[in-house]
C-alpha cells in the first residue's frame, strides 16, 4: 500500500515540477536537421543521419544503441540488442518485437517498423521504441528539431549509489505479515461534499473485504444524506421537492447503494455486482445481474501487460518507486530536460533515503517537496521495528486555486486509517475519513459469482461497440508493451 501511494504521489509531483520547467525552456531556432541528444549531449552520426519516413523520426540502429551502452548484432533481417540483461529482438520490415529479461520475453506491437536505407546499407529503428525498450525517457523539441533521450536507469543508479533505505525496508517489512495468508478488513468511510454555494451531502460507506495473496472479496455499502441539499433549493426555488425525488432521497440515505467485488488476478477474472436498493425499478441495472471483466482481454485491447504492471507493483523497491514515477514524465526541452531530470531524481532519491529522516518526538520524518507536491513520510519506531507510519501527500495549486491533501496510516497491529480533503472555493468541496483493521480471515475469498449467477462480459460489449481504428492515434512500442498516442506533426 505505501509503495503504491509513493508512487503516484511522485508522478504527480514529477509531472507537475517539470511541467513547470518545460514552459520555461528557452526557444532554439528552427532547424531542418533533425538532431539527437543522448543525456544532455548531441550525439554523432557520420555515415548515415537520422530520418523521417512518415512523420516518424528513425535512428540509425546500430549507433543509437551502442551510444547507449549496448552490444547489438544483425543476423540477416534479425536484429538484437544487449544491455544490462536485457535483450531486444526485432526484425527489418515488421512491427512485431521482444523484450527478454531473464525468464520473461514482452512481445511489442509498433505502428512502424525497422527499415534498411538501400543508399547507406544502414538499418533504421524508430527513436522512441529504441529508446523506452531501455527503460530510457524520450521526448521531441520542437522547436530544436531535437530527439531526447534520457537514460534514467542510469540516473536512478548514480543517485542511489552510497545511501541506505531502512525505514522504507523496514515499513515493507511490517506490511509483508498482511499480504501472508487471508485477511479482512473492516473500514467505516465518513464524509460529505458541496459543489458551488450549496450545502454539503453526507457520505458514508460500510466496508468488509477478504484477501489472499492475488484473490480479493469486497462487499459494501454506501448512503448519502440530500436532506440539506434539497431544503437548500426548496428554500432558494420557492418549490415543494417532487414527490419522486423525495423518494429517491429518502431511498440514498436510509439503504444507500451496495456492490460486491470478486476477482482472482491469477486467472485475470474479476466480477462485480451492483444493488440499487430502493432506486432498483428506476435503473437498467439488474441487481440479480453479475458484469463480468476478463483483464486479458481488456488489456489485450490497450496493447499492454498488465500482469507485468501487478508484477512490477509486488516487486518494487525504492529503486522501482522513483523509476515508475519517471515512466510518466513529459520530455520536451533540449535546453532544459536532462539538467532537471537529473536534479528531481537526486532531489527524490535523497529524500528517500535514510539521511532525510529527522527526529520529531517520537517519529522519525522525511519530507520530499516537488514543485507544488508535498509528500512526508513519518514512521514510529520501537527499537528496530517500526510500529506505525503515516503519509501525506498535500499540493497547492494557484491557478484554478485548488488544495488536495492525502493522509493514510497503519500500525503493525493492522489498524489503518486516513483522510481525503480537496478544496476549491466556491467550486467545489469534499472531505472523506475512514477507520479499518486487518484481522486473520477465518475462510478465503470467494472469487466468482455464486452458481448459476446471470454473468454479462462487459469487455465483450465494449470492443462489440469499439469504433475502427482511428489514423489520428498511433501505437508506440515500449517495454512494457505499446502504448497510444495522439499523432502529431512529428511522432517519434
Known amino acids: 500500500m505505501l509503495k503504491r501511494a509513493i508512487a503516484w504521489a511522485l508522478t504527480l509531483g514529477l509531472c ?5 520547467c518545460g514552459v520555461m525552456a528557452q526557444e532554439a531556432p528552427a532547424d531542418p536537421a533533425i538532431h539527437v541528444q543522448l543525456d544532455g549531449q548531441e550525439l ?19 549507433a543509437v544503441f551502442e551510444a547507449m551502452g549496448a552490444t547489438v548484432d544483425n543476423q540477416g533481417d534479425v536484429i538484437t540488442a544487449v544491455r544490462d ?8 520490415g515488421s512491427n512485431q518485437a521482444t523484450v ?32 523506452q ?9 520542437q522547436d530544436a528539431q531535437t530527439a531526447i533521450i534520457i537514460d534514467t536507469e542510469k540516473l536512478v543508479d548514480e543517485a542511489l549509489a552510497g545511501k541506505s533505505f531502512t525505514y522504507l525496508e523496514k515499513i515493507a517489512a511490517m506490511e509483508e505479515k498482511n499480504e501472508t495468508g487471508a485477511w479482512a478488513m473492516d473500514a467505516t468511510f465518513i464524509g460529505d461534499e458541496s459543489v458551488g454555494a450549496f450545502p454539503a451531502m453526507a457520505l458514508s460507506c460500510e466496508l468488509h473485504g477478504i484477501h489472499q495473496e492475488n484473490q480479493a472479496q469486497v462487499d459494501m455499502t454506501m448512503k448519502m444524506d440530500l436532506a440539506d441539499l434539497l431544503a437548500a433549493i426548496t428554500q432558494q426555488s420557492g418549490e415543494t421537492v417532487p414527490p419522486d425525488v423525495q423518494a429517491t432521497a429518502d431511498a440514498l440515505a436510509q439503504s444507500g447503494v451496495s456492490m460486491a467485488i470478486r476477482g482472482d488476478l491469477d486467472t485475470g477474472k474479476c466480477f462485480f455486482q451492483i444493488d440499487l436498493g430502493a432506486l432498483a425499478d428506476q435503473s437498467v441495472l439488474d441487481p440479480a445481474t453479475w458484469y463480468q471483466i476478463d483483464l486479458d482481454a481488456l488489456f489485450q485491447t490497450m496493447g499492454t501487460d498488465w500482469r507485468k504492471l501487478v508484477w512490477d507493483l509486488q516487486q518494487m523497491d525504492q529503486e522501482e518507486l522513483v523509476r515508475l514515477a519517471l515512466s510518466a514524465l513529459t520530455v520536451d526541452s533540449a535546453a532544459n530536460s536532462y539538467t532537471d531530470l537529473r536534479h528531481t531524481v537526486e532531489t527524490v532519491v535523497t ?10 518526538g517520537d517519529s522519525r ?16 519506531m520501537d527499537g528496530d521495528q517500526v510500529t506505525c507510519y503515516a503519509l501525506d501527500c498535500s499540493c497547492h495549486l494557484e491557478n484554478p486555486g485548488l488544495d488536495l491533501s492525502v493522509t493514510t496510516t ?11 480533503a480537496m478544496e476549491s472555493p466556491g467550486v467545489i468541496a469534499a472531505h472523506l475519513s475512514f477507520n479499518g483493521a486487518y484481522t486473520p480471515a477465518s475462510a478465503a475469498p470467494e472469487t466468482a459469482p455464486p452458481d448459476g449467477a446471470q454473468v454479462v462480459d462487459l469487455v465483450e460489449l465494449l470492443t462489440a461497440n469499439m469504433s475502427p481504428y482511428d489514423p489520428g492515434m498511433g501505437v508506440i512500442g515500449g517495454p512494457d508493451g505499446p502504448m497510444t498516442v495522439m499523432a502529431s506533426d512529428v511522432s517519434i
Do not use: H, N
Not at 540483461?85 to 527489418?92: A, D, E, I, R
Not at 529524500?351 to 520529531?360: A, I, N, P, T
Open 44 to 62: 554523432v552520426f557520420p555515415d548515415a543521419t537520422p530520418q523521417l519516413l512518415d512523420q516518424r523520426t528513425f535512428l540509425p540502429f546500430r
Open 351 to 360: 529524500d528517500l533515503s535514510d539521511q532525510s529522516f529527522v527526529q520529531d
Open 410 to 420: 497503519l500500525d503493525d497491529q493492522g489498524k489503518l486509517g486516513g483522510q481525503f
Open 85 to 92: 540483461g536485457k535483450t531486444l529482438t526485432m526484425t527489418v
Open 16 to 20: 507537475l515540477s517539470l511541467s513547470v
Open 365 to 380: 520524518v522525511s519530507t520530499l517537496e516537488l514543485g507544488p507536491v508535498v509528500l512526508s513520510l513519518s514512521v514510529e
Open 100 to 131: 527478454t529479461e531473464g525468464d520473461l520475453t514482452v512481445p511489442i506491437t509498433m505502428d512502424v517498423a525497422p527499415f534498411v536505407d538501400p543508399s547507406t546499407w544502414r538499418t533504421y529503428v524508430p527513436v522512441r521504441f529504441a529508446a
Open 133 to 141: 525498450a531501455f527503460g530510457c525517457a524520450v521526448g521531441w523539441d
